[in-house]
């Protein structure tokens, strides 16, 4: 299941069910023999809300290199997902270049030595960092103010994509990404050898 599958069979992207109705008070909507489903509208506005709550207890609670580590791993976790268990023949740094160049039809990488210049450009449904969405389908759109601390998970991400396609332990920076005030999301993906 992709990111994208698993988010609407939550009920974050319209389909499926919500764990909390609007109206969280009302008993009477637990033991219904036939609740009624939230709105999708309402389903995805509470969820950035709730993201947004989320992230603001996250950095309060947590120091930076803990909230780092965790946000890495989901990343890491969500590439994996997204791979629905298939496996990999891995190739060598250049091609696996060429193939995300040919895929987003730009330079999206580059390598120089064993470093790697890699940006997102857009996703399969035609959204476009460019244009200011996010390419993670949870924060797509919003919400306002969202904690730097949600894009340490695009670095677990790249980092566990180039390590799968290539075969090699890789390191990753984050240069820039939208929710921290940027114009892409751009990497610098070590190759160690």
Same mark, same amino acid.
């Given at each position: 299941?992709?990111?994208?599958?698993?988010?609407?069979?939550?009920?974050?992207?319209?389909?499926?069910?919500?764990?909390?109705?609007?109206?969280?008070?009302?008993?009477?909507?637990?033991?219904? %023999?036939?609740?009624? =489903?939230?709105?999708? #509208?309402?389903?995805? /506005?509470? *969820?950035? @809300?709730?993201?947004?709550?989320?992230? $603001?207890?996250?950095?309060?609670?947590?120091?930076?290199?803990?909230?780092?580590?965790?946000?890495?791993?989901?990343?890491?976790?969500?590439?994996?997902?997204?791979?629905?268990?298939?496996?990999?023949?891995?190739?060598?740094? %250049?091609?696996?270049? =060429?193939?995300?160049? #040919?895929?987003?039809? /730009?330079? *999206?990488? @580059?390598?120089?030595?064993?470093?790697? $210049?890699?940006?997102?450009?857009?996703?399969?449904?035609?959204?476009?960092?460019?244009?200011?969405?996010?390419?993670?389908?949870?924060?797509?759109?919003?919400?306002?103010?969202?904690?730097?601390?949600?894009?340490?998970?695009?670095?677990?991400?790249?980092?566990?994509?180039?390590?799968?396609?290539?075969?090699? *332990?890789?390191?990753?920076?984050?240069?820039?990404?939208?929710?921290?005030?940027?114009?892409?999301?751009?990497?610098?993906?070590?190759?160690?050898?």
């Amino acid at each position: 299941m992709d990111r994208k599958d698993f988010l609407r069979s939550c009920g974050f992207l319209g389909a499926g069910s919500c764990l909390f109705p609007s109206s969280v008070g009302v008993a009477a909507e637990f033991l219904s %023999d036939d609740p009624k =489903e939230t709105p999708c #509208k309402e389903k995805q /506005e509470f *969820a950035l @809300k709730w993201v947004k709550r989320f992230f $603001d207890n996250f950095d309060a609670s947590l120091d930076e290199p803990k909230r780092r580590e965790i946000m890495e791993k989901c990343g890491k976790s969500c590439f994996e997902g997204s791979m629905q268990g298939r496996k990999v023949n891995t190739v060598d740094v %250049d091609r696996l270049i =060429e193939a995300i160049n #040919k895929s987003t039809g /730009e330079i *999206a990488a @580059k390598r120089d030595g064993n470093v790697v $210049d890699f940006h997102f450009v857009g996703n399969p449904d035609g959204l476009k960092i460019a244009d200011g969405y996010c390419l993670c389908p949870l924060v797509e759109n919003g919400p306002e103010d969202l904690s730097g601390t949600y894009c340490d998970c695009s670095v677990g991400y790249v980092r566990e994509m180039f390590r799968t396609y290539t075969g090699k *332990a890789v390191s990753v920076e984050l240069l820039e990404s939208l929710k921290r005030g940027g114009k892409t999301c751009r990497f610098r993906v070590t190759i160690n050898t």
